[in-house]
């Protein structure tokens, strides 16, 4: 891992997985450790972001690093019409490690190929996200205390839903058996569905949300991805398709944990945060230790 990017979930093996998920362990308990004394990590956000931007910098303070960056393009000479390439040729000259997310797909990929120091995909386009991945497994694993033949269901926008590409990728490597639960404009796309046929794996597609959480461990749920839509109207109509209820719950297995990367619009109702099922603000903080894990191994610390 050491120098490697962190483009795609695919750059990292599940021994790599495994390995990270250790060392996010080790910094849950001793977040505070002076690791990255001396080293600057630049922080370019193309695109909106609270969690992954904040939990990368709070990772990278408890590390003892410190941060240059930009968290708004308009503020980059991206608004002059600097290429990314040109941007990150420039960055790789200031850091020792560069975190991105920028709204094409294949954003990061580029990236990597052009810098000298590792780069860290925060999330391309509706491609990947794979260090929300990373914490993910981590909140599953915690939750679940295993990543094995756990049965997963995934609701919502799976056609732009970054996260779900990823992490259908990750748990892959479990032996999951998946449940995509879509509108038919949002399906999961073929290509991911080709990807388990030829693992062998098991997976159900529904387009109807209620009375069919009964044998679920995690019930992954995805906001509508409104920025992807270019016809507004098209949003408009998927935009409420499902909303997790209270009682939708009962029923339901005593493992069985509701995870979301957030941001929340309506698909998860407010009443559902205190429940017991409800995962996703402490899903929100394992971001800080699977980053710090990410980071650490990335540049050879640990
Ligand atoms: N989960 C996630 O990527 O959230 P942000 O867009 O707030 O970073």
């Known amino acids: 891992m050491k120098n490697k990017s962190l483009v795609s979930i695919n750059d990292f093996t599940k021994d790599d997985y495994l390995r990270i998920l250790e060392l996010a362990k080790e910094f849950e308990k001793d977040p505070n450790q002076n690791l990255l004394d001396g080293k600057v990590v630049a922080s370019l956000f193309f695109e909106p972001s609270t969690r992954t931007k904040l939990s990368f910098d709070t990772a990278i303070n408890r590390l003892g690093g410190r941060i240059i960056g930009f968290s708004d393009a308009s503020s980059s000479s991206t608004s002059k019409g600097e290429s990314l390439k040109d941007t990150i040729m420039t960055v790789a000259n200031y850091a020792d490690l560069i975190v991105m997310r920028h709204p094409l797909e294949g954003s990061a990929r580029l990236a990597s190929e052009v810098s000298q120091v590792p780069i860290i995909n925060a999330g391309d386009g509706a491609n990947q996200h794979p260090t929300q991945t990373l914490l993910d497994l981590y909140s599953i694993q915690k939750t679940q205390g295993t990543l094995e033949n756990l049965n997963i269901f995934l609701v919502g926008d799976l056609k732009y839903g970054r996260t779900v590409h990823s992490l259908l990728i990750a748990m892959s490597e479990f032996n ?24 062998g794996l098991k997976y159900y597609e529904h387009t109807d949300f209620e009375g069919i959480m009964h044998n679920a461990d995690i019930v992954y749920m995805t906001r509508v991805q409104r920025e992807r839509f270019s016809d507004p109207m098209e949003y ?10 209270r009682d939708m719950l009962e029923g339901t297995k005593d493992n069985m944990k509701i995870l979301h990367p957030l941001p929340r619009v309506n698909e998860i109702s407010e009443d559902v945060d205190t429940s017991d099922q409800a995962y996703y603000f402490p899903q929100a903080l394992n971001g800080v230790y699977a980053r710090q894990a990410i980071i650490a191994s990335i540049l050879g610390l640990k």
């Open 236 to 245: 408009e109509k998927v935009k409420n398709v499902y909303v997790l209820k």
């Open 176 to 199: 999951a058996t998946f449940n995509f639960v879509s509108p038919p404009e949002l399906r999961i796309p073929d290509e991911y569905k080709q990807f388990l046929d030829n693992k």
